[in-house]
């Protein structure tokens, strides 16, 4: 798939078909997200594939956060399904102290973005399907998953076979609101 193609046709998925992933398309997307670009070319990005079916269970329940769902009057995390029925999860983790922390900005949190948005489009381009979930509750899951306390877990990416054909994308803003020429225009 050409590389507009696949930017422009990616969507999240969030439910996923009774089929394991093949192990080398598996290791052609954790590949991927490896060559993503990061601060200073550190590479602090780690990730975790879980297979195991009461492990990914147990992450689903993590995902809902009872102080941010609750408070918007939603039952579930929208991604809390895909995180059991995937035949996997990979979850990103990073050192963040191997990235920036620059104007009280850290980067590690891109390093991460950079790597979730190469997964989610080599993942689309090899049929498969994949969601970035951020809302999960850290410390059990790190517990689950024994990673150390100066580990941070940023996301969960539940992957496998799209259930459905999804027809069309989710929308985004008109490039005119988005983007400025010379001068911040609010
Ligand atoms: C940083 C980040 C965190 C996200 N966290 C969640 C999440 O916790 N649960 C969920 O269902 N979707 C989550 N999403 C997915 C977004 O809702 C989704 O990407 C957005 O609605 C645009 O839809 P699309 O991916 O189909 O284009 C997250 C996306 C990003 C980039």
């Not at 991927?32 to 147990?58: H, T």
């Not at 895909?82 to 590690?108: H, K, M, T, W």
């Not at 790190?142 to 999804?166: K, N, T």
């Not at 027809?167 to 400025?180: A, I, M, Y």
């Amino acid at each position: 798939m050409d590389t507009m193609e696949a930017i422009k046709s990616r969507h999240s998925v969030r439910r996923f078909a009774d089929r394991p992933v093949e192990e080398e398309k598996l290791l052609q997307v954790l590949d991927a997200a490896r060559q993503a670009p990061s601060w200073a070319n550190l590479q602090c990005v780690r990730f975790i594939v879980v297979k195991d079916s009461a492990a990914k269970r147990r992450i689903s329940e993590l995902s809902y956060v009872d102080s941010f769902f609750a408070a918007r009057g939603y039952k579930t995390n929208p991604s809390q399904v895909a995180l059991a029925e995937a035949p996997l999860v990979i979850v990103a983790c990073a050192l963040p102290n191997q990235s920036g922390d620059i104007r009280g900005q850290q980067y590690y949190m891109t390093d991460v973005g950079l790597a979730a948005e190469n997964l989610l489009l080599a993942a689309h381009n090899l049929g498969l399907g994949s969601v970035f979930v951020s809302i999960f509750e850290e410390k059990p899951l790190a517990e689950l998953l024994d990673v150390p306390a100066y580990i941070s877990i940023v996301g969960l990416f539940p992957l496998g076979y799209p259930l459905h054909e999804v027809s069309g994308v989710t929308p985004r803003k008109p490039l005119k609101e988005t983007v400025f020429y010379d001068k911040w225009q609010g």
